[in-house]
């Protein structure tokens, strides 16, 4: 399979001038930067998972780790969590997010925390994004904990084990460096099967990679669990979708 054509959007220079960016419209302006892929791809994964996993994973010992990105801990204190309309923005996009390498300006981890999520872990490799999401986070006084960390580069596996691994951009983020991508792709795949619990869940969202070939990636560690619908469109006699969402198990 051939790797995609390189781009100053998998280069960690890349994003931390434009969180630095964001960092000065958000001081200045009030703007609190991009929500990566869009709101309604958050709904697709929160319509999963409610009750995809819900039936599946006892509530009191549900991790969730949004890619590299968030974790939850004893998150679902309250039954009512499991009410859709109550959980607004749930899974943002991003991640990592934006573009989601990371947890990028942290928007899914603070809407998690107005939902009652608790004991929030924000990640993302560059410092800036970090700083960015602390901000906001205190702007909208929640109590998130966020950490500068690199998955292609730390040890996973101080950050433990998850029953769900969430990826919405750093994947392709990964994927579009100019330097061994293929090599840093597979170590991701390798440190996402070793971050999952027995029987967990990676989702992932990707609008580099279509289904045929993210699966044809994972499912070398991986099993597909199955593909959650996306908005798709006509041209040339062809159908297509702007993102790809799919959910593999261990």
């Given at each position: 399979m051939d790797e995609l054509e390189s781009s100053e959007l998998g280069t960690h220079e890349y994003w931390k001038n434009a969180y630095a960016t964001e960092i000065e419209n958000f001081q200045n302006h009030g703007d609190p930067g991009d929500v990566w892929f869009g709101e309604d791809s958050a709904f697709?994964?929160?319509?999963?998972?409610?009750?995809g996993v819900m039936g599946v994973i006892p509530l009191s010992s549900l991790d969730l780790c949004l890619t590299i990105v968030i974790k939850l801990y004893p998150v679902l204190t309250e039954p009512r969590l499991c009410d859709l309309s109550r959980v607004k923005g749930w899974i943002q996009p991003y991640l990592f997010t934006n573009f989601d390498k990371g947890c990028g300006n942290g928007y899914t981890l603070i809407e998690l925390a107005k939902e009652g999520f608790?004991?929030?872990?924000?990640?993302?490799?560059?410092?800036?994004?970090?700083?960015?999401?602390?901000?906001?986070?205190?702007?909208?006084?929640?109590?998130?904990?966020?950490?500068?960390?690199?998955?292609?580069?730390?040890?996973?596996?101080?950050?433990?084990?998850?029953?769900?691994?969430?990826?919405k951009g750093t994947y392709d983020s990964i994927s579009l460096n100019p330097i061994e991508p293929k090599t840093q792709r597979e170590l991701y795949i390798e440190h996402v099967e070793?971050?999952?619990?027995?029987?967990?869940?990676?989702?992932?969202?990707?609008?580099?990679?279509?289904?045929?070939?993210?699966?044809?990636?994972?499912?070398?560690?991986?099993k597909l669990h199955c593909v959650i619908p996306t908005p798709q469109f006509k041209f040339g006699g062809k159908v297509g979708s702007v993102v790809s969402s799919l959910v593999f198990k261990k």
């Open positions: 697709r994964i929160i319509r999963w998972i409610y009750p608790t004991n929030l872990l924000g990640i993302d490799y560059c410092e800036e994004a970090i700083t960015l999401a602390k901000k906001l986070a205190e702007k909208e006084h929640q109590e998130i904990n966020y950490k500068v960390f690199d998955i292609t580069k730390e040890d996973p596996s101080e950050l433990g084990k998850f029953n769900i691994i969430h990826d070793n971050m999952l619990d027995n029987c967990g869940y990676f989702i992932i969202t990707s609008c580099n990679w279509t289904e045929r070939e993210l699966v044809e990636q994972f499912s070398i560690k991986l």
